[in-house]
């Protein structure tokens, strides 16, 4: 109860990332609560990073800011235990990225199209080992949440970064993205080359519909790997293969 307070604190004084907690409502509180439920209290504000804590001449408690990265490991966590399926994951990748490509279409500048450029030269030539054509796999994906972190929909570029950190993370992706599959990179570069096109000429129409047959394509091709690489049990031990 205390925590949420402070938050709704922190929400109606409009305090900002790096502003120092009032301590005329901080010393209310305290006056108000045992001093160990107002430490459990602080701690965790922290723990889910609204708030830091600083020692010594100057410190205090300040606002801070939960990072999209640290918002998608905390969520990732809910599913540890639970994953999705390709199945789900692609259910939404097929509604939100078509939306999302159409969305960005005439609305990108150039530092980002030569960031999604340079994304694209890290799988645009022959890997030399298993180990680099993996990487590229890896590489594709990330291509996909650099166009999503320029959403200016964020809830809708959230969501879809964390959709490729589940494709990253599920132990039947990395065995799928761990085989060697040559085709698979001209594939790739074949959907994103004439993405940046339609982006470029602010093709909305022409990006949603690229982007979903792209999707449409991809969802088959894992559904269809997955099928490869079945569990085993190896001395008592679950593997993939």
Known sequence: MIADQMRDLIISRD???GDRLP??????????????????????LETEGLIRRRTGPGGGAFVSALSGDQAI????????FRQPS????????????????????????EPAYAALQAMIHL???EPATAEEEFAQRLAELDFHSLLAAH?????????????????????????????PNPALREVGLRFQVPLLRFLRNN????????????????????????????PRTVS?????I
């Open 15 to 17: 305090l900002k990332p």
């Open 23 to 44: 301590s005329d409502w901080l010393g209310k509180l305290e006056s108000t609560v045992a001093k160990g439920t107002m430490r459990e209290a602080m701690k965790a």
């Open 73 to 80: 490991r905390l969520v990732s966590n809910l599913f540890l």
């Open 86 to 109: 390709i199945a789900d994951i692609y259910a939404l990748r097929k509604l939100l990225e078509p939306e999302l490509a159409a969305g960005l279409a005439g609305k990108l500048d």
């Open 123 to 125: 799988y645009d030539h």
């Open 151 to 179: 959403s200016e929909n964020a809830i809708l570029g959230f969501i879809c970064i964390f959709l490729h950190k589940l494709l990253h993370e599920l132990a039947v992706c990395r065995a799928i993205y761990d085989k």
């Open 203 to 230: 093709d909305a129409d022409g990006a949603r519909a690229l982007m979903l047959g792209h999707m449409i394509e991809a969802e088959q091709y894992m559904l269809e790997r997955a099928e490869t690489v079945r």
């Open 236 to 240: 008592g031990q679950s593997s993939i």
